[in-house]
């Protein structure tokens, strides 16, 4: 019985809220960079489009076929990514990275929201999913800016 109140604890309410509620999920037309992200191991995909403008995010679109955890993340991404730099979204991903990896801290603002996923550090299986929409972002804006110098 424990193991099914360790999934009531994984899928709480709150992440289930989240994954319900994805800003940002059309994708955009005429994108500066787009990236498709997938876990090999549950086969949950993040399609992201950006729009850099002066170095930030001007504009986002993200298709989200993810676990409730990795929906939960691109939800928290999604609400908080307009105006980030590209340092910023690498700073967050490098930082939940070790947060589910390393027990390190939560990310710092604006994506401290992932905290709800701190359940998830136990379950190594889903931590590519939850890390998918923040993958995807750095590379795409890496692309975004390779595509501007070009």
Same mark, same amino acid.
């Given at each position: 019985?424990?193991?099914?109140?360790?999934? =009531?604890?994984?899928y709480s309410t709150q992440i289930l809220a989240l994954a &319900?509620?994805?800003? *940002? /999920?059309?994708?955009?037309?005429?994108?500066?960079?787009?990236?498709?992200?997938?876990?090999?191991? $549950?086969?949950?995909?993040?399609?992201?489009?950006?729009?850099?403008?002066?170095?930030?995010?001007?504009?986002?679109? +993200?298709?989200?076929?993810? $676990?409730?955890l990795g929906q939960a993340s691109a939800s928290v991404v999604?609400?908080?990514? =307009?105006? $980030?730099?590209?340092? +910023?979204?690498?700073? &967050?991903?490098? +930082?939940?990275?070790?947060m589910l990896k390393e027990n390190g801290p939560v990310p710092? #603002? #604006?994506?401290?929201?992932?905290?709800?996923?701190? #359940?998830?550090?136990?379950?190594?299986?889903? /931590?590519?999913? =939850?890390?998918?929409?923040?993958?995807?972002?750095?590379?795409?804006?890496?692309?975004?800016? +390779?595509? *501007? $110098?070009?």
């Amino acid at each position: 019985m424990s193991g099914d109140n360790d999934l =009531i604890k994984l899928y709480s309410t709150q992440i289930l809220a989240l994954a &319900a509620d994805i800003p *940002h /999920h059309e994708r955009l037309e005429n994108p500066d960079a787009t990236v498709k992200k997938r876990s090999p191991l $549950c086969g949950s995909t993040v399609t992201v489009d950006v729009k850099v403008k002066d170095g930030r995010i001007a504009d986002f679109g +993200q298709d989200v076929k993810a $676990c409730a955890l990795g929906q939960a993340s691109a939800s928290v991404v999604g609400r908080n990514i =307009i105006g $980030c730099t590209r340092e +910023q979204v690498e700073k &967050a991903r490098d +930082q939940l990275r070790a947060m589910l990896k390393e027990n390190g801290p939560v990310p710092e #603002p #604006p994506f401290d929201g992932l905290k709800v996923l701190l #359940p998830a550090r136990d379950y190594k299986n889903r /931590h590519a999913s =939850i890390l998918l929409a923040l993958e995807a972002t750095a590379e795409a804006m890496e692309k975004a800016e +390779q595509a *501007h $110098c070009a």
